[in-house]
């Protein structure tokens, strides 16, 4: 059983910085790595909209963040960050990770973290 679990949310004036992680894990103890992964959010009273995503080196970033947000997964590949700069009232919104987990046992199947709170106050 793989899970994602995000964390690093909370409340953060308008201009500050936070980084979202995504950690990977399998009851099993298996190994396992993550291949691609993205980010995504949903305002509130609003749809899930993605953020960001990488595969490989290879990064893409809405236009709504970029420049302001980086994507990143650990030389490991069982975490993966959001590293959110110059933040605004209007991202925020509780975040998702999504990633594509590869174990030996199941292959590479997607799964979704299940969010955190990011509050943003002007």
């Known amino acids: 059983q793989v899970q994602l679990v995000d964390t690093g949310g909370g409340l953060v004036q308008a201009g500050g910085s936070l980084t979202l992680s995504c950690a990977a894990s399998?009851?099993?103890?298996?190994?396992?790595?993550?291949?691609?992964g993205a980010w995504y959010r949903q305002p509130p009273g609003k749809q899930r909209e993605l953020v960001a995503t990488?595969?490989?080196?290879?990064?893409h970033f809405a236009d709504y963040v970029q420049e302001r947000f980086t994507i990143s997964i650990n030389g490991h590949k069982n975490t993966m960050f959001l590293q959110m700069n110059s933040l605004r009232s209007e991202d925020t919104a509780v975040y998702y990770c999504?990633?594509?987990?590869?174990?030996?046992?199941?292959?590479?199947?997607?799964?979704w973290g299940q969010g955190t709170q990011v509050t943003v106050s002007s």
């Open positions: 399998v009851t099993s103890g298996s190994i396992f790595r993550i291949n691609r």
């Open positions: 999504n990633a594509d987990v590869w174990t030996p046992v199941t292959g590479t199947n997607n799964y």
């Open positions: 990488i595969d490989g080196g290879l990064t």
